[in-house]
């Protein structure tokens, strides 16, 4: 049964980076048939998605954050990592990683299953 | 990008209710939209993909209609394990947006 599990800080100060890992069990995240993303919903409020990697490393992030965001994969140790710099309070949120179910094999996008349980990530001095 | 716009976005029913929820998306999506069931504090659960496609272990109450730009998740008999939040996603394009979300709410 896959399992993924998301770690790192759950307090970033204003204008540094925000660092957190997906670690997959139960799976490879080195099998050519999905994408691995994450997605991101702020307290009370929707869902966002964030960026995505295959296993050869290919990437792609949503436009309104492509700027901020690096999305890099180990698959030594079977985990993929988010980036986002420069963060303002209205990047906390919960952070999700989740397996990427493509629509078709050319595609890099899907819907999205199995997820992490969450990591809370607030931006505070 | 593709808007997801979903309706109402609070729903107050009782166990035994027939309960629909809507999804519109700003172009048409074909089939390719996915449904999801999220309680609080726990992440998002797949319920339906390719707008019809019941996922494997979801109770067939729960059923997924629609193409192009409009779209339906029915919960045909409502179940106390119902009360949750409801997003859409469309899969149709690489921005994957979701809908603002439905909460169900006990009457």
């Known amino acids: 049964q896959l399992q993924l599990q998301e770690s790192g800080p759950g307090l970033v100060k204003p204008s540094e980076t925000l660092s957190l890992t997906c670690t997959v069990s139960?799976?490879?995240?080195?099998?050519?048939?999905?994408?691995w993303g994450w997605i991101r919903q702020p307290p009370g409020k929707g869902l966002e998605w964030i960026g995505s990697?295959?296993?050869?490393?290919?990437?792609y992030y949503n436009p309104s954050l492509e700027s901020r965001v690096t999305i890099s994969g180990d698959t030594s140790k079977n985990q993929f990592s988010l980036k986002l710099s420069a963060v303002t309070a209205a990047d906390t949120a919960v952070y999700h990683c989740?397996?990427?179910?493509?629509?078709?094999?050319?595609?890099?996008?899907?819907?999205?299953?199995?997820w992490g349980q969450g990591t809370l990530v607030t931006v505070s001095s | 990008d593709i808007q997801m716009t979903q309706s109402p976005s609070t729903l107050s029913a009782s166990v035994g209710d027939r309960v629909t929820i809507t999804c519109r998306a700003s172009h048409n999506i074909s089939s390719w939209l996915a449904w999801y069931q999220q309680k609080p504090g726990k992440p998002p659960k797949l319920l339906i993909y390719?707008?019809?496609s019941l996922e494997s272990g979801v109770p067939s109450r729960f059923s997924g209609s629609g193409s192009g730009t409009q779209f339906t998740l029915t919960i045909s008999s409502l179940q106390p394990d119902d009360f949750a939040s409801y997003y859409c996603q469309q899969c149709f394009s690489y921005s994957q947006t979701f809908g603002q979300g439905t909460k169900v709410e006990i009457k």
């Open positions: 390719k707008a019809s």
């Open positions: 989740a397996r990427v179910n493509l629509i078709v094999a050319a595609a890099w996008w899907g819907w999205f299953d199995p």
């Open positions: 990697i295959n296993y050869r490393g290919s990437t």
């Open positions: 139960g799976g490879s995240i080195s099998n050519s048939d999905y994408y």
